[in-house]
């Protein structure tokens, strides 16, 4: 077998000389030696070797083949208050990898992108902030176009841990065993998100409902449920009408809602929410014709003109007007006296505030009618209305089961 | 006042809470149950048009959003119906002070309807 002088060796000549050298250092028995191995064989081994390397690479290297991960990080003020510009920016480079990375094809095989959320570095968050976060969650979740992970879990703040599984989001990050923050300093009551893609009152009177059963004594209020329908009602019938050109591209999960309330001890406080992912209240108000000759008079002058042009109106402005229309005006359009009656909540509660984060608006008005607004940088993607109620107003004598419904 | 025991086999008595739904939500059918437009049409209008005197209780349901009860009542009138029949032959129960604002709604709403039209 041993190959005549000049000669280029074959390869399993090679093969059988690499391990007659070896034989010493690694004290292979010397009968081993003279086996011949076959081509067959030769081949076998050689592809073998192949894939255990090529394995090993992968293995260190963390990789898996087609699959991309992104990860994303949010800051460490996470508020639409305070650090809006940023928190909605986050919210957007989300949406924005979710869309753009959506599971496709590749050789043949589904590949499912990957985005690993990491919310370690956040030190403060609101409950707003983190319901919109989760419906976010939520949608990805119910499209199944891309995997969410949490990132680094163990690093996340306490409050955060709280938020997040308080809402129930974690099951949709698939996390199932539910992580106890290791501290509970703070006593929010806050109730997991609901959702849905119908008008549903019995969900919407639960937001109430299980915030009594938690031991909360305060008597329901009509009103509140009337403001909250309303709020619902509004996201089914305009919210998702039209196609806002910037966001088009991100899909959309039906006419979607979300909605929770909590008390807040920190404001000793009823507060509720509704979200929607929709285009935002100023969007629709302007394309509907009825609304613009409502609109005028409260926008004068100037601004009136641009927005006959066609020119972006501050969102903010527009939503402020809105609430004064729905207010003020007594032959209302259908879509004022909702408005009004959203508003209504805390006009007859008499104390709190209704704020409303829709497209680039964030408007606060009191119980008397006061409002304060300012634009935000970016679009929020939806709207969020809240309505914060203090609940020294809705707390009734202890024991009075007139409140019942079903006695 | 509640209508006699006589007068009611000639009348249509509907409780919204016990014969609808406690939780009377949303404008349109196609928008979830509990709408106006469900309302209206499987209880309001079939008894009215029998030439009923129709009475509505509004007690016992957990609100009624502006939505509900513009598209149920004023609503009536865009389905056909005259004011003054209305006025005439359905009649509003509160059931307790705080429905009372509701009844009113429903008047006001169904007077704007009848003048839009």
């Given amino acids: 077998m041993i190959a005549s002088k000049g000669a280029r060796p074959k390869r399993s000549e090679l093969l059988i000389r690499n391990w007659a050298q070896n034989v010493d250092q690694h004290h292979i028995p010397s009968e081993m030696v003279l086996r011949k191995i076959s081509k067959e064989d030769e081949r076998r081994r050689l592809k073998a070797g192949f894939h255990r390397h090529k394995n090993q690479l992968l293995r260190k290297s963390k990789q898996r083949i087609g699959l991309q991960s992104t990860a994303l990080r949010a800051p460490e003020i996470f508020r ?27 050789r043949g095989k589904w590949v499912w992108p990957r985005i690993d959320i990491d919310l370690s570095k956040i030190r403060q968050i609101s409950i707003p902030a983190a319901i919109v976060l989760s419906a976010e969650f939520q949608r990805w979740s119910l499209l199944k176009e891309v995997q969410l992970r949490p990132h680094r879990i163990r690093e996340w703040d306490s409050r955060v841990l709280r938020l997040f599984s308080d809402l129930g989001t974690f099951e949709l990050l698939g996390i199932s065993k539910r992580l106890e923050p290791t501290s509970r300093s703070f006593e929010l009551v806050l109730l997991p998100l609901r959702s849905g893609t119908k008008n549903d009152g019995q969900s919407i009177a639960a937001l109430q409902e299980d915030l009594r059963s938690l031991g909360l004594l305060f008597d329901r209020r009509s009103y509140i449920f009337d403001g909250l329908s309303e709020a619902v009602s509004n996201c089914i019938d305009h919210a998702y009408s039209l196609v ?35 285009v935002g209240i100023s969007s629709t108000l302007i394309r509907q014709r009825d609304w613009l000759p409502l609109l005028e008079p409260i926008l004068k002058g100037v601004e009136s003109v641009l927005v006959k042009a066609g020119l972006k109106k501050p969102d903010c402005e527009v939503i402020s007007a809105a609430f004064e229309v729905g207010r003020t005006r007594t032959k209302q359009s259908e879509r004022g006296k909702g408005l009004d009656q959203m508003a209504g909540v805390v006009r007859e509660v008499g104390g709190g505030y209704i704020r409303v984060l829709s497209g680039r608006g964030d408007v606060r008005i009191d119980a008397k009618g006061k409002s304060n607004s300012r634009e935000l940088g970016f679009h929020l993607g939806g709207t969020l209305v809240e309505w914060s109620v203090p609940y020294a107003a809705l707390r009734g004598p202890i024991g009075d089961g007139s409140e019942d419904l079903d006695s | 006042m509640l209508p006699c025991e006589d007068q009611l086999v000639m009348d249509q008595k509907i409780s ?25 049409e499987k209880f309001l209008l079939p008894a ?11 007690g ?10 513009e598209e149920a009542f004023g609503g ?12 005439r032959n359905l009649t509003l129960e509160p059931g307790a002070a705080e429905y009372e604002v509701y009844v009113a709604q429903a008047w006001r709403f169904m007077r704007e309807a009848s003048r839009a039209a």
């Fill in chain 1, 80 to 106: 639409f208050s305070t650090n809006g510009d940023q928190t909605i920016q986050f919210l957007r480079n989300l949406r924005r990898v979710a869309t753009v990375q959506r599971r496709s094809l590749k």
């Fill in chain 1, 244 to 278: 806002d050109v910037g966001e088009a591209a991100v899909p959309r999960v039906g006419l979607r809602w979300w909605a929770t309330s909590c008390y807040d001890p920190e404001t000793e406080s009823l507060r509720f929410f509704v979200f929607d992912q929709g």
């Fill in chain 2, 16 to 40: 919204i809470a016990e014969d609808f739904t406690k939780y009377p939500s949303g404008r349109y059918r196609r928008n979830g149950p509990g709408s106006g437009e469900e309302f209206r």
């Fill in chain 2, 48 to 58: 009215l048009r029998a030439g009923r005197h129709v009475w509505v209780a509004f």
């Fill in chain 2, 60 to 69: 016992g349901a957990y609100g009624y959003p502006a939505s509900f009860v």
């Fill in chain 2, 76 to 87: 009536l009138i865009r389905s056909g119906q005259q004011l003054e029949h209305l006025e």
